[in-house]
């Protein structure tokens, strides 16, 4: 029986379709990249924005072994896309992919399974009315997946979002079930609970999310089983089928030959200034704070000059990135003349700073030089953080970063959860605390964990062997749900 149905499928054909933005790519690139190493009769369809394309035309020939097609996402430049085109890039990207998913099960291409971003459900959705197993890869942080899923739907359900005017944030979130685990403020939860219109459309996606994730053949998820494990006996009572294959940089980086390094590391949208690399050179060990709000976060003036009078008063070196376009009101190249940051801070800057616009920041992060990572708790950050070992400062901003920050502080205890607070004041303090002050304890815990990472992805290891069953299953998924 098994031989007819082979004999009579198609080979199995997996296409993979990221959310249009950095994280999601970068994960998606590596996940596309350890499928094609570890399986060899697996063909690959990679799909991406067309802005991504252009801003990546080397893909195919980086990776020869993966087709790539792209659809529009209803926006007309080629730069990174901002927060608020967001719900509209959504929607544009999932109706363009779901007109084209019948074309997708054509012979000799016909797609056996659809791997695709937890946020593009209604894709999901579609694909399994027409005969596709899904697996959904949430690249955002696990924590805030289980956050979202157990408590928030309750939480709205109940009117107890959004949150009445004059509760006090810091109050632990109490008697809903899972919190056991881990004490959750209100300001902890995701950042949709800080909403006070229901009715948003990036509210209504997000709550779309949290109903529609249970409801596939799989989850993939960018994190390791000794990082999570409470939580993640929790998430599987509601999505039973979960491959934690991460970290996935660090599983694509064991897997590939050396020699291919560079090869398959830089998947950024931004050129990378790797000036900062042998600026790093000079630097003494551990020395160097890094400084970088990911893809997404951008900052007012005010706030671009409370952290530089704080990092400068703090007196420890800093590399720190500045996108452009990431301070709200400045347009690329005017940051000078904008900011009017004063003369002794510019000094001091040129003294022990260091500004890029973008960094290749693996690379940093590995760096002997760097001791601290001051980030905005973007999920992909902070894995990479993890796994070199490296203390955080954390300010986060939105999405998953309010709980992944207090997973940090609280839970893993790797770093400091700065919510909520920009003031030159308390960076100064907090840079110096995390840089000086409890150096020793929070580094020993973060190089406990940096182990364990390396742990997960060595061969016979948790996410190597949830790597391999997720390879069994996409080619099981294929006889089981197509015959
Ligand atoms: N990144 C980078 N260079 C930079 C800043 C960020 O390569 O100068 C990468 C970083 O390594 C990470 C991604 O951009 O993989 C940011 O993802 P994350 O989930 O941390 O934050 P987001 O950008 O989604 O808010």
Redesign the pocket.
């Known amino acids: 029986m098994a031989e007819q149905l082979q004999a009579r499928e198609p080979s199995p054909s997996v296409l993979l379709l990221p959310l249009p933005?950095?994280?999601?790519i970068?994960?998606f690139l590596k996940l596309a990249h350890l499928l094609s190493l570890c399986s060899e009769n697996l063909k690959i369809t990679f799909v991406n924005a067309e802005f991504v394309h252009r801003r990546l035309p080397d893909l195919p020939s980086r990776f020869p072994g993966i087709r790539f097609c792209d659809f529009p996402d209803g926006i007309s430049d080629d730069e990174p896309r901002p927060p608020a085109k967001f719900c509209g890039m959504v929607a544009m990207f999932e109706a363009e992919v779901i007109s084209a998913l019948p074309k997708f099960m054509e012979s000799p291409t016909s797609v056996t399974c659809l791997i695709v971003d937890g946020v593009l459900t209604a894709v999901g959705k579609k694909a399994q009315e027409l005969g596709i197993p899904v697996v959904y890869f949430s690249?955002l942080g696990p924590c805030c997946i289980w956050a979202s899923c157990f408590f928030v739907p309750k939480l709205v359900d109940s009117g107890q979002i959004p949150i009445s005017k004059g509760k006090d944030l810091k109050e632990s979130v109490s008697n809903i079930p899972g919190t056991e685990t881990t004490t959750l403020r209100w300001c902890d939860l995701p950042s949709i609970c800080r909403t006070d219109d229901l009715t948003h459309p990036y509210v209504q996606l997000v709550l779309r999310e949290c109903r529609d994730l249970p409801n596939a053949q799989g989850h993939i998820l960018n994190t390791f089983d000794d990082l999570e494990q409470p939580l993640l006996t929790e998430l599987r009572s509601l999505c039973p089928n979960l491959y934690t294959i991460g970290p996935i940089?660090l599983h694509s980086r064991t897997k590939q030959q050396p020699e291919a390094e560079q090869l398959v590391s830089?998947n950024?949208l931004?050129e990378?200034d790797r000036s900062c690399i042998a600026w790093l050179d000079d630097q003494p060990s551990k020395s160097v704070i890094f400084v970088?709000?990911?893809?997404?976060?951008s900052l007012t003036i005010d706030q671009v000059l409370e952290f530089s009078f704080g990092l400068v008063n703090s007196g420890i070196r800093f590399l720190w990135?500045r996108?452009p376009g990431s301070i709200v009101g400045v347009e690329d190249g005017c940051e000078e003349s904008s900011l009017q940051v004063p003369a002794e801070i510019l000094k001091a800057t040129q003294e022990r700073g260091f500004i890029?616009?973008?960094?290749?920041?693996?690379e940093?992060?590995a760096h002997s030089a760097i001791g601290g990572f001051l980030?905005?708790?973007?999920?992909?950050?902070?894995l990479?953080s993890i796994v070199e070992g490296v203390p955080m400062l954390c300010w986060p901003n939105g999405?998953d970063?309010l709980v992944i920050s207090r997973f940090v502080g609280d839970v893993w205890k790797i770093g400091i959860d700065m919510k909520d607070v920009c003031d030159r004041v308390v960076i100064e303090n907090q840079v110096r605390d995390l840089m000086e002050g409890h150096r020793e304890a929070v580094s020993q815990r973060a190089n406990r964990l940096s182990k364990l990472a390396a742990q997960a992805v060595r061969e016979e290891g948790s996410s190597w062997q949830a790597l391999h069953r997720l390879i069994e299953d996409i080619k099981f998924m294929r006889l089981s749900c197509r015959q």
């Open positions: 933005l950095q994280g999601p970068n994960a690249t940089h830089s950024s931004w990378e970088s709000f990911g893809s997404i976060v990135v996108r890029v616009k973008w960094a290749p920041q693996e940093v992060l980030t905005h708790s973007g999920w992909n950050s902070t990479e999405i970063q």
